[in-house]
T-cell receptor, first 114, second 112 residues
Framework: GEDVEQSLFLSVREGDSSVINCTYT??????LYWYKQEPGAGLQLLTY?????DMKQDQRLTVLLNKKDKHLSLRIADTQTGDSAIYFC??????????????FGQGTILTVHP | DGGITQSPKYLFRKEGQNVTLSCEQN?????MYWYRQDPGQGLRLIYY???????QKGDIAEGYSVSREKKESFPLTVTSAQKNPTAFYLC???????????FGDGTRLSIL
């Protein structure tokens, strides 16, 4: 079945770049998502990438996709204290299934310190 | 503003009691979902609905029930059969079953 793995913790200094990594197993994945969750809140959709793309940039966020290695990364440039949160990688197989089931990683806790 | 509203934000359940969590969306989305989140874990799918008057079990449906009588509403009932209900419950919706899912702010359920 599908599986999504993320490292659990990342600590960076304010102003540096953060890179959060994710690996997935479903080679049929069609879309890959990054969500942000602040304490006590729901999930905020940050960005997503289609499986036929290698890279997507959106302001401070850059998503890189290596389909061969099934590796996805999220780079946050000029990381700020407001970026401290849990970041979830998720993938969906919108091809053969009758509905788009999102499979989530366990989340990476990003801590930004001054 | 369009969005997803979950209520209440906090909910307490007594032993043997059923409780219902509300989820309303004004995004005109066809598909709606309920997830459960436990500390240090990702989200697990409880139920989903692709269209009004239709819903399907997700990965952990036991002890839960849902209804979808209106497009904008997808309430979740946590029944007394759910022996470990303490968790953070998140509702989501998407334009269709393949589109990006947008989430509400969640309901935290605890046992008294």
């Amino acid at each position: 079945g599908e599986d999504v793995e993320q490292s659990l913790f990342l600590s960076v200094r304010e102003g540096d770049s953060s890179v959060i990594n994710c690996t997935y197993t479903d080679s049929s994945s069609t879309y890959l998502y990054w969500y942000k969750q602040e304490p006590g809140a729901g999930l905020q959709l940050l960005t997503y990438i289609f499986s036929n793309m290698d890279m997507k940039q959106d302001q401070r966020l850059t998503v890189l996709l290596n389909k061969k290695d099934k590796h996805l990364s999220l780079r946050i440039a000029d990381t700020q204290t407001g970026d401290s949160a849990i970041y979830f990688c998720a993938e969906i197989n919108a091809g053969g299934t009758s509905y788009g089931k999102l499979t989530f990683g366990q989340g990476t806790i990003l801590t930004v310190h001054p | 503003d369009g969005g997803i509203t979950q209520s209440p934000k906090y909910l307490f359940r007594k032993e043997g009691q059923n409780v219902t969590l509300s989820c309303e969306q004004n995004l005109n989305h066809d598909a709606m979902y309920w997830y459960r989140q436990d500390p240090g874990q990702g989200l697990r799918l409880i139920y989903y609905s692709q269209i009004v008057n239709d819903f399907q079990k997700g990965d952990i449906a036991e002890g839960y029930s849902v209804s979808r009588e209106k497009k904008e509403s997808f309430p979740l009932t946590v029944t007394s059969a759910q022996k470990n209900p303490t968790a953070f419950y998140l509702c989501a919706s998407s334009a269709d079953s393949r589109g990006p899912q947008h989430f509400g702010d969640g309901t935290r359920l605890s046992i008294l």
